[in-house]
């Protein structure tokens, strides 16, 4: 708190001195969540040390696709207890946005959090989990040709309700039980079509399992180390997506830039009707879709949800010279991914160096209370049944299946 000011510090301590959790969200982390999209990914892994316990982090993608940590938490478990406290640090620190929408697995204590402690925020689902829980409960057969991941990310990641239900048809097909079951969990929780408020690109929780995959060796450190660990890692990823932005010569970001060279070359097959209005009729094969300038709005709801220009309004501005930047969200912008990463995360000096105030002194934090299992300490997780089991590898073969 001393070598970042601002940054927000919640140690917890129990009865006897001895520790129960700790939250750490660094100022420039609370800096730049104001010029990102209101998305906040949440998870949870297992730490590997002498006294176990569980770290929870929060996460954000910026406009560029960089992972952009917000907050990390280090409790027993994945309790109620432990995620209201999580949720209730998060919001402290950074506050409520409109239209935020946080995504993590089914689990239920995130859930309860998120309904206690942000009530007008929309919970989303994973679609990579809750397509490996259809996995395991539903059985489909082999030889069928329609491919149940294929089906599925299609229904998730449809932009309109028609394109949706043709998705969820080819689910019917492959197992009648599976719509019930999806609809008992609620569309709107992990369809972009459906989806109450906006989960723009995010639709899974990725980004935090590839955190966790970061920092998988660092798990075996004890709290004040790993803390120390996060910190620096943090710091090494702002200053290098700082350097990115700031040495990026086009006026959006490259993912963005990529999006609409993409879109820009599907276009071309298009037809606009000519129009006097802002309102606009593009033929796109058999289909006649409308396209609404002022409101930047699309019957193909790309347009909308994606806050870019899909193909049928870059095939208007083609067709009348007009400039799709002033069509794009502010959040694509240079400037707003120099924003993001304007805040420094400065270095800690050596324990030597410490100005240690009266107050801190006094803290005495002992070692948590709890019984240490038997046997060599687990660093592996615990794979589900549709997450697949590498086969043996023969050392004189090479082949798989036997050893």
Not at 16 to 28: C, D, E, H, M, R
Not at 332 to 351: C, D, G, H, R, W
Request: charge should be positive; aromatic fraction near 10%.
């Amino acid at each position: 708190m001393k070598t970042n000011p601002g940054s927000v510090v919640e140690l917890k301590i129990s009865e006897g001195n001895t520790f129960q959790s700790v939250f750490i969200a660094l100022n420039a982390s609370i800096k730049g969540w104001n010029f990102c999209r209101p998305v906040i990914v949440v998870d949870g892994t297992f730490l590997k040390s002498t006294y176990g316990g569980t770290l929870l982090t929060a996460s954000i993608q910026d406009s560029g696709g960089k992972i952009f940590p917000l907050a990390f938490c280090v409790v027993d478990s994945e309790n109620d207890e432990s995620c209201q406290y999580f949720f209730e640090n998060i919001k402290g620190a950074f506050g409520e946005k409109e239209k935020l929408c946080i995504v993590s697995d089914r689990h239920n204590s995130i859930r309860k959090a998120v309904n206690s402690i942000f009530p007008l925020a929309t919970h989303g689902v994973c679609a990579y989990h809750l397509l490996c829980n259809v996995k395991r409960h539903f059985k489909t057969n082999p030889k069928n040709p329609k491919s149940l991941k294929d089906c599925f990310f299609g229904a998730a990641k449809a932009y309109t309700t028609k394109s949706f239900d043709y998705f969820m048809g080819e689910l019917d097909s492959i197992n009648v039980g599976i719509r019930p079951y999806l609809d008992d969990i609620g569309f709107e929780t992990w369809a972009r079509a459906h989806s109450t408020d906006n989960m723009y690109f995010t639709m899974t929780s990725n980004i935090a399992e590839s955190i966790n995959a970061t920092i998988k060796s660092a798990r075996e450190l004890p709290i004040a180390t790993l803390l120390e660990y996060l910190r620096v890692l943090v710091q090494e990823w702002s200053y290098k997506n700082r350097n990115l932005a700031s040495y990026t010569m086009t006026k959006l970001t490259s993912k963005a830039e990529e999006a609409l060279s993409d879109n820009y070359a599907i276009s071309r097959r298009m037809k606009v009707i000519p129009s006097v209005t802002s309102i606009y009729s593009v033929e796109d094969g058999d289909k006649t879709l409308i396209v609404h300038l002022i409101e930047k709005t699309c019957t193909c709801c790309k347009f909308q949800k994606d806050e870019l220009p899909c193909a049928h309004a870059i095939a208007i501005f083609g067709k009348y010279h007009m400039d799709p930047y002033q069509y794009c969200s502010d959040f694509f912008t240079k400037e707003n991914l120099v924003k993001i990463y304007e805040a420094i995360v400065y270095p800690m000096p050596s324990q030597s160096d410490w100005d240690e105030t009266e107050e801190i002194e006094t803290i005495e934090v002992l070692p948590p209370i709890g019984k240490i299992p038997p046997g060599r300490p687990k660093k592996q997780r615990i794979k589900g049944a549709s997450e697949g089991r590498g086969k043996y590898k023969c050392s004189k073969c090479g082949k798989r299946g036997h050893n």
